[in-house]
């Protein structure tokens, strides 16, 4: 695909976060007679300034076609309030952000297109 998604994951969250994980998840599948497609990357961020955590799952493939998007985030496995989600069918980006200062996070990224749906779960972590 030739579209290139013009938003960042500092964009999607803002300007004061700066990326936990080294690298992002991919969220991808092999699809028969196309190969290994990448759906979109999840991105977890953290802001200092704010104490907030973000996750960010910026499109790979479908960019600018409004296409099943998710994303949660969850700070306290205990609180149903502690819990941030952002769906959709979005052109770009999924993203939520949940207080994290003190706190620990798990957070998820679905995508759906090529008539399937990716996903992926993280384990708890990332304390603050």
């Keep these: 695909q030739a579209a290139t998604n013009p938003y960042t994951p500092e964009s999607a969250c803002g300007s004061s976060y700066r990326r936990v994980l080294p690298n992002p998840i991919e969220l ?3 699809i028969q007679q196309v190969g ?3 759906f979109g990357r999840l991105y977890l961020l ?3 300034t704010t104490g907030y955590n973000c996750i960010a799952l910026i499109k ?3 960019i600018g076609v409004p296409t099943h998007t998710k994303v949660w985030i969850s700070n306290n496995v205990e609180d149903p309030n502690g819990t941030q989600a952002d769906e959709g069918d979005f052109r770009y980006y999924a993203s939520a952000k949940i207080y994290g200062r003190q706190r620990c996070v798990q957070f998820y990224g679905e995508q ?3 008539g399937t749906q990716v996903a992926y779960l993280s384990p708890w972590g990332w304390c603050a």
Aim: net charge positive; charged share 5%; hydrophobic share 35%.
């Design 46 to 48: 953290y802001s200092s």
């Design 36 to 38: 290994t497609v990448v």
């Design 60 to 62: 790979a493939t479908g």
């Design 28 to 30: 991808k599948t092999t």
């Design 112 to 114: 759906a297109g090529w």
